[in-house]
């Protein structure tokens, strides 16, 4: 599935800007793509970088990388759910909360590239074992209607629009 057969919700702006960073794309080739390159990104950040934050108040570059591992496993976790046909309305998630509750400065790059190749296998995993119609299955998270394969798209967007902004404000 590619990135024009998706439709995200009305009016949403937010989660439009993690599409638009991948332009057209072909869902798992970009999974897989981004297991493959992400890991070299991560280990090419010099190690006096990683507790480094751009600014006051804002994470550091470890906090940045656990939270893009913490938002798939919850964009992971509603594929599921709707690729399943569960229709229980799901609420949004507190990226500040997870963040400050994650431990991410106590953990090493290694840890971290590896925790990331796992959940980013479970993605590829679940989103490899669904067909057109599951993958245009639908249910309702944080108050908007998502698609599976939408859901599938804004984690490579949302990964790869952090790896932009580490990037530029961080290296």
């Known amino acids: 599935m590619k990135t024009s057969e998706i439709q995200l919700p009305d009016g949403d702006v937010f989660y439009k800007t993690y599409i638009d960073v991948l332009g057209e794309v ?8 981004q ?24 994470w550091t570059v470890a906090e940045v990388l656990l ?3 913490d938002a798939e496993r919850v964009f992971q976790y509603r ?3 709707f690729a399943r046909g569960d229709g229980t309305a799901l609420p949004g998630f507190d ?5 400050k ?20 296998r479970a993605s590829i995993a679940l989103f490899t074992s669904l067909d057109r119609q599951r993958l245009t299955a639908s249910g309702t998270a944080s108050g908007m209607s998502w698609s599976v394969a939408a859901l599938g798209f804004v984690i490579c967007g949302h990964q790869k629009h952090h790896r932009n902004i580490l990037r530029e404000r961080y290296l």
Not at 41 to 53: E, G, R
Not at 104 to 120: C, H, M
């Open 101 to 120: 509750l994650s431990g991410a400065n106590r953990r090493s790059k290694e840890s971290l590239i590896e925790e990331y190749r796992a959940v980013r």
């Open 26 to 33: 072909e869902l798992m080739d970009f999974l897989q793509k």
């Open 79 to 81: 594929a599921l759910r």
């Open 95 to 99: 990226q500040d909360e997870y963040v």
């Open 35 to 58: 297991l493959e390159n992400f890991p070299q990104f991560i280990n090419s950040i010099p190690d006096s970088k990683w507790q480094h934050a751009y600014e006051e108040q804002k």
């Open 67 to 69: 939270h893009i591992i």
